[in-house]
């Protein structure tokens, strides 16, 4: 599915989640969105004393900003599934079946699943 077949609000994430890995030269970016339609995009962090991926990053940036609950999640990689790890942490904030789509580096969404 290309990017041009999304809705505009998972068509946004998508390219927020594109966006911030070309800019930061990471290897995943990811974009939520919460309850209210406001939008956190981040990538992955690799630090000797910590690493997180880029979605469970943007999933904190949403709480620590205030958001109740999501309602998507956009992962851009060329990682070919979602780890359960990031899955459980936008259940967490989302709730089982919050949808996170996987796209490639070119913003083909490829798969979407329910968050676990």
Known sequence: MSENELDPEDR??????RSV??????AEGAAVRD?????????SVELPS??????????AMAVASGARSLEAAAVVSE???VA???LAAVADLGGAGTPVL?????GVVYLTVPSA
Do not use: F
Request: hydrophobic share 50%; glycine share 8%; proline share 5%.
């Open 79 to 81: 990682a070919v599934a």
């Open 35 to 43: 309850e209210t339609g406001r939008t956190y995009a981040a990538g």
């Open 84 to 86: 359960p790890a990031d």
């Open 21 to 26: 890995r070309a800019r930061n030269g990471v």
């Open 102 to 106: 996987l796209a490639a580096p070119d």
């Open 50 to 59: 910590l690493s997180l991926s880029a979605l469970r990053t943007a999933v």
């Open 12 to 17: 946004k994430i998508v390219t927020l989640a």
